[in-house]
Every structure is written in C-alpha cells, then in structure tokens.
C-alpha cells in the first residue's frame, strides 16, 4: 500500500517561504511509474490541484501557482518537495501529497494515493 507522508507546513506572513515534503513509500511497482503531485484544501471548497510531475519529469502548475511554486522529485522518487515563495494569504490551506500510477490522472490531479495533509497558513 503506497503511504504519503507530508512535512513542512506551518504560519509565514504574506511574501514569506516555505518547503513542504512528502515521504513515500509502499510503491507496488517501480517508484520512477508513479507521477505524484500536491493540491489543497480550504474548508467548505472544493479541492485545487497545484502542481503535478509526472513520470516523464514534465511538471504542471496551477495558474495562480506559476512562478512562486516549484515542485521536484528526488533521485529516487520516494520524495516530493514543494517550494513555495512569495505566499499570499490565498495560499492557506491544507495541502495534500498524491501520486497515482497514471499520469493522465495526474495531469488532471486526480490522485489515487494521497497522504494526511499539512496545513499551511499565510497571514497578512
């Protein structure tokens, strides 16, 4: 069972930094098949796909995400990181790490694995 284990969430003030992570691990096939990606959550709204790579190495990103978030891979797959600059107080939410083994699901982060999630909090 693929388990997804998200780190690195915290409060930073608008124009602030931070770096989420996810630990994977139970890969029923070769990691490197797995796309994996990041969306986020505000109570009573509907869930926001923020970034996802695939697994060709090709990266999407929300619009409003372009530019001040970036998402990697390490070498071996079992990582997920997210960096995040320039927050805006729009940016609070729950973020959640997901993986799926098809990557035409997460080009539309739709996600069959996802972990617990990490509250991020952007005040102004």
């Known amino acids: 069972q693929v388990q997804l284990v998200e780190s690195g969430g915290g409060s930073v003030q608008s124009g602030g930094s931070l770096t989420l992570s996810c630990a994977a691990s139970g890969w029923v096939y070769d990691s490197a098949k797995y796309c994996m990606g990041w969306f986020r959550q505000v109570p009573g709204k509907e869930a926001q796909g923020v970034a996802s790579?695939?697994?060709?190495?090709?990266?999407r990103y929300a619009d409003s995400v372009k530019g001040r978030f970036t998402i990697s891979r390490d070498a071996n797959g079992n990582t997920l990181y997210l960096q995040m600059v320039s927050l805006e107080p729009d940016d609070t939410a729950t973020y959640y790490c997901?993986?799926?083994?098809?990557?035409?699901?997460?080009?539309?982060?739709?996600?069959?694995?996802r972990g617990q999630g990490t509250q991020v909090t952007v005040s102004s």
């Open positions: 790579v695939g697994s060709d190495g090709m990266t």
């Open positions: 997901a993986a799926d083994i098809l990557d035409s699901y997460c080009r539309r982060y739709e996600f069959h694995y």
